[in-house]
């Protein structure tokens, strides 16, 4: 599934009316993807299950705590929030429903609500795949999309290519961490409030397969896009030029866009996304090295040894991630040889590393993209959504491509800081690596090499069924991998 969600905690709102009189009542914080998404009350929860059990029936949406005729207080409402956080979490797990109308609404309303203000024009900068800071104007409770497709209109790009891309929360003007991909029932300007204060909005490609670049490459925003990303990735090394770095500084400093892409397609790293050191319990307890992710799986580099584990994603059954203190792990099901019969043998095993919920989402859109593809699928367009909607008149109407390929140097203050790769770079990690000592998982060794799930396998299994621990939070996976 596409959400991870949470209820940690109830707290007690006071509000006093036009009149004076003051009321007080619980509000429920509400977390998605690892961050805290909105507040709600009891009354909103329970509406709004009581609409999707019409439209879906009781089956689908469980139970939900009743209404009691006296106040609960929030230091008295532990059970009722374990119930609230069950309710949301098998709703997660139906994309049917969370892609429904319904419980996207809710999640907007709900997050429009937390910043208490009228709706009102701002000013957002999202920066392009150089660090580049392209301002546009948009409405307070304008959901992602709507933000998307106002950036993709003010650069100019075909509207029919722009959900080839898409807005992306990442951790400063270095652009140097994604911290997830903003979703549909987002309203990206309260995200951004309700972010950590270095926090950036970055436009970022959403596929992970180059075939598709086959559509983008004879649009020339895209191939620009495409461009200023490859640049990135040569400099941060995730893409090894090789025998072919002479032919690529040539193109480069010709600014033959299309011929470097075309060029930097072919070579190792194109379209790898690194997350950064981590730590695995397969095959060995302790794998560690440097995570990435392409079109083919999950990749784990061994900074020392050069080793090289590679995770194929059509072999990945299922995966999971569960709030452990303070910390999300990701558990994979993964389908590995049995020699010793003709039965597939499926384990489970977990990889330690930041941003879990990120890497479990790149996942899903790796597979559905797999699916889409064989499928011979369109991806959808702005004029797919439902309703109309118009991006807000902007201030300036054009750039200039030197906005979007202008070197560093034509730079000045943070844009000059913000120009630096858009990944993490490759070397930097390895001679990170090589002198600190790698991140240790809080897993038991001899359980690990054994490949169950640690603790949790009588607890969490792949079906909606299971009894969960109250106080954890399980993101499932649960689309099967097509086979390769």
Avoid at 103 to 110: G, H, P, R, V, Y
Wanted: aromatic share 8%; with cysteine; net charge negative.
């Amino acid at each position: 599934r596409t959400m991870h969600i949470s209820v940690p905690c109830s707290r007690e709102e006071v509000k006093t009316q036009d009149n004076g009189d003051v009321s007080k009542y619980v509000v429920y914080d509400i977390h998605i993807n690892g961050t805290f998404h909105c507040s709600a009350r009891f009354s909103k929860l329970k509406d709004l299950y009581e609409t999707l059990k019409r439209e879906f029936g009781p089956n689908a949406v469980g139970d939900f705590p009743s209404k009691t005729f006296f106040y609960v207080r929030a230091e008295e409402s532990h059970e009722r929030r374990i119930m609230i956080q069950r309710f949301l979490q098998l709703l997660s797990r139906s994309r049917v429903i969370i892609n429904g109308t319904t419980f996207q609404n809710f999640l907007l309303t709900a997050q429009s609500e937390v910043q208490r203000g009228p709706e009102s024009e701002v000013s957002i900068d999202v920066l392009l795949p150089n660090g580049s800071k392209l301002p546009v104007t948009v409405l307070t409770t304008h959901q992602s999309d709507d933000v998307l497709e106002t950036v993709c209109l003010e650069l100019g790009l075909n509207p029919d290519l722009t959900y080839y891309f898409g807005l992306f929360l990442v951790e400063d003007l270095s652009c140097a961490a994604v911290i997830r991909q903003l979703q549909t029932f987002e309203c990206p300007y309260v995200s951004l409030q309700r972010a950590d204060p270095p926090n950036r909005i970055q436009l970022r490609r959403t596929y992970w397969d180059p075939i598709v670049e086959a559509a983008l490459i004879p649009d020339p925003i895209a191939l620009n896009l495409l461009y200023t990303r490859a640049l990135c990735d040569i400099d941060s090394d995730l893409i090894h030029a090789g025998p072919s770095a002479a032919r690529l500084q040539q193109l480069r400093a010709a600014e033959n866009r299309r011929g470097l892409v075309e060029l930097a397609r072919t070579l190792p790293g194109y379209g790898v996304e690194s997350f950064g050191l981590c730590n695995a319990t397969y095959p060995d307890p302790e794998t560690k090295g440097v995570l990435l992710l392409d079109k083919a799986g999950l990749l784990i580099i061994n900074p020392e040894t050069g080793r090289e584990v590679r995770y194929e994603v059509g072999r990945i059954r299922q995966w999971r991630t569960f709030n452990v203190d303070t910390e999300i792990e990701l558990e994979i099901e993964y389908h590995v040889e049995n020699p010793l019969s003709t039965i597939p043998k499926m384990i489970w095993f977990q990889i330690h590393v930041a941003h879990a919920i990120h890497i479990a989402m790149c996942i899903q859109a790796m597979i559905e993209e797999h699916v889409r593809l064989r499928d011979h699928r369109p991806l959808r367009r702005p004029a797919d959504r439902v309703g109309t909607f118009k991006p807000r008149k902007q201030i300036v109407r054009s750039h200039d491509m030197a906005f979007l390929t202008g070197s560093p140097a034509s730079r000045t203050g943070s844009d000059q800081s913000s120009s630096r790769g858009v990944a993490v770079s490759l070397s930097t990690l390895l001679a990170r690596s090589s002198l600190s000592p790698s991140p240790t998982l809080p897993f038991p060794a001899a359980a690990a090499a054994a490949a169950q799930p640690l603790g949790r396998q009588e607890k969490f299994a792949s079906n909606s069924d299971d009894e969960e621990d109250p106080d954890s939070s399980a993101f499932y996976g649960a689309v099967v991998a097509p086979s390769t």
